[in-house]
DNA sequence: CTGAAAGCGCTAACAC
DNA sequence: GTGTTAGCGCTTTCAG
């Protein structure tokens, strides 16, 4: 046996090579499968030999290796989740709660950047899916016919978020954005806005947020609003520097939707500096519903988002599955709240 | 051969399975190591040859199960970070920028969520080393014996960020914090600032930071500075309830340093609520240098630190090591910037 | 430039 | 309860 290259590894193991399962086996006078019972199926090991395993295991400080476990079982106890960036506050909690509750279960997350606009989303996908992940969290329901492919093929469970379609891949979490737009739109006509502007990045689901919002306008026999759209991702600075553009051409809105929060306090920043009374004259309206802007600008509303919950939701509907179960809900929608400081 | 148990796969496989190297490698009539060349190290294999399993890569979608390679090259081509949280927006651009340059490499960051006070990082290191990665990234220079014993017996290259330390378990990429109390219990003193105080979390880094601006203090003849100190994670609430307990206790500093950019927000906003000018009467300093803070509040100063660089430094130093080479640096102090928005 | 053999470290499935 | 056998899908090493 020792003949073969490779062969005559020893209780010991090469100097610098990490301690495997089969050393532990060893060590403790028992076969490779009971130390791995113990790791997996502790119950089915006698409380001795259990105890004089975990012995060993901890004596010798050894660290099973997934890679050979998940490459035997075809279980990675990975879930991968796409996300187009943390820079972008509004995904991280998502991203938090995602985490939380999936290590609960013996999970791990792994997180990929797509960029903006899911630049990276194809080349991340295949590297995420290499890793053999037991489903995969994205973000967004647009997505391309390669990525949809390639996720039907693997035959994980899929859940996308952040947005909503009746069609979804496997299961969708989120809300609707163009519906968000409408409710905007709603809102401040209710409010007696007569003047309308838009901010925003080019990002597909605020685009669909400003598609909703102008359908509305027009529906309720309103002016167009004036628009400036720019490429995502968006920043305070960008906010600011887009409102002073608007203004300078002439067009002096009484009420701005931005994409983000962000957006919305260079809007406000850039409003004020001009000595524009902000709700009074202008209101101004984020999205994301971050601490800052509940916290810091009481001018300042927003369409708030529960993103803990998509994040939660999503997880759980990843866990039944993966429980064999079926999901509990295919398509969840978790609404949104729209807080205005003027009135609260 | 199709006697045993799990043989006979031909190169349909199994119909719910995955499309393996071998199935590849039988559909271009080749050997399947000929297809791992193609995928590893193209310039070994002939153009015609290469183009033609390149098709047929293509036509089945084949994704190459990392896990498998992973185990058979013990190379993962994955980097583990560990971070305390990406609520705490500090740590988001270091992130960010590690991803970027490690994608850049053909490596994947997996990130880990540690929760303060690092309660989980023996068990998230656990668990990060059991997918055997090429390196770790780590925050922060305290960790457990354990965690500092099963860092070495992994023998691979380690990172640790945000902060500095004459022994780094291997590199170590960041600033003193002790330094940033220092300097700005100086840069307050020399403003002429006579009554201060400090808010913050009882994070290890906070408290270092707290250490250096109390004992500066000292030494310079100053007043010990009223303090706050309260569980992490901190928020804008919390730092206004702070500041709220602070002047109502009869405390009334003229300068107030906080652990963090969102405390700072929170001091700030319970501040000007009561009346006192920012920062005629109080001088506010954070910590981080966030955007929001840069940004929308003039009155506010803060500890301005280049997140991104850490996480573009560290990627280096990885990358480095992983190369072959020896690291270009064990230690790099990348500083950091008082940001005094009375003076600028 | 290509292939064959062996094995990475683990677990499924079955025997005892 | 515990052990045995046969892979999981890839790469290493060496042969041609």
Redesign the pocket.
Known sequence: MNT????G?TALARAT??I???DVAKLAG?????V??V??RPE???T???RRIRQVIERTGYV??LL??G?????SRLVAAIVPSITNGVFVETIQALTDRLWQEGYQLMLGLAGYPAAREDALLSAVLGRRPDAVCLTGIEHSADVRKRLMAARIPVVETWDLTPTPLDMVVGFSHEGVGIAVARHLVGKGRRRFALVSADDVRALARKRGFTAELVRLDQPAPACVVFEAPSTLALGRASMAAMLDRGDVPDAVFCSSDALAHGVLEETRTRGIRVPRDIAILGFGGLEFTRHTSPALSTVDIDRSAIGRIAAEAILARLGGQQPPLRIVDVGFTIVDRETT
Do not use: Y
């Open positions: 073969k290259p490779g062969a590894r090579d990490a495997t399962l089969e028992v076969s490779p499968m009971t791995s019972r790791l997996n089915l090991v006698a001795a030999t259990r099973p290796n050979a476990g490459l035997a079982s075809r279980r």
